[in-house]
């Protein structure tokens, strides 16, 4: 089965510090790759996504998420954490054809002042 | 505005009660989804529907049923709530298939099984 898989259940930084998330995914058909974040006891709001082109793409908040297709990886990165980027980070990818979205288990992040 | 709205937003249900999580979407998609939110297991596909009328299970099915009422709305059916059921769960749509065009998510019903 395809599958999503963020090494990474809990990861501690301090503010100002940067951020790195790592997303792997199985390898399939064309992958198209989203990034969530969802705050406690919140929805999951939209921080980017990767369809085509550039492999660099910049998001919502400061964030960006590079596609690595000879590694099946899309990692989140921000240069400088601030206290309120603390939440749970998901990656997500439907490969072309499905209709499921899959996601992976999540990293929760937690910011140090 | 434009979106997902879910109902009820909370519930508490003793087990083996029946209830029905209502899903509508207003942005004239043609693919809704059921998935269940869990500590530790990030979201999990119950059912979707590709289009009106047509209904298909995702990974985790099992106790649940779902309509998908018109091309509006799509529901999600707990015939004899068991506490496994416990959870939060979220509706989405999307225009066909989710990729290229994107998911837009409810806020969730977060689901008490007791």
């Known amino acids: 089965a395809q599958s999503v898989t963020q090494p990474d259940i809990h990861i501690t930084v301090s503010e100002g510090a940067s951020l790195e998330l790592r997303c792997n995914y199985s390898?399939?058909?064309?992958?198209?790759l989203f990034w969530y974040v969802q705050s406690p006891g919140q929805g999951l709001q939209l921080l980017l996504k990767?369809?085509?082109?550039?492999?660099l793409v910049q998001g919502i908040k400061g964030f960006e998420a590079e596609f690595k297709r000879s590694q099946s990886s899309f990692n989140l990165r921000k240069p400088s954490v601030h206290w309120s980027d603390a939440a749970e980070y998901f990656c997500a990818v439907v490969w072309a054809g499905s209709y499921q979205l899959t996601f992976g288990k999540g990293t929760k992040l937690s910011v140090i002042p | 505005n434009a979106g997902v709205t879910q109902t009820p937003k909370f519930q508490v249900l003793k087990t083996g009660q029946s209830m029905t999580l209502q899903c509508a979407q207003d942005m004239n998609h043609n693919s809704m989804y059921w998935y269940r939110q869990d500590p530790g297991m990030g979201l999990r596909l119950i059912y979707y529907s590709a289009s009106e009328g047509t209904t298909d299970k995702g990974e985790v099915p099992n106790g649940y049923n779902v309509s998908r009422l018109n091309k509006r709305e799509f529901s999600l059916r707990l015939e004899s709530a068991a506490p496994s059921q416990t959870s939060v769960y979220f509706c989405?749509?999307?225009?066909?298939?989710?990729?290229?065009?994107?998911?837009?998510f409810g806020s969730g019903t977060r689901l008490t099984v007791v």
């Open positions: 990767y369809f085509s082109g550039d492999t």
């Open positions: 989405a749509s999307s225009d066909r298939t989710g990729g290229p065009y994107g998911y837009t």
């Open positions: 390898y399939g058909a064309t992958p198209y």
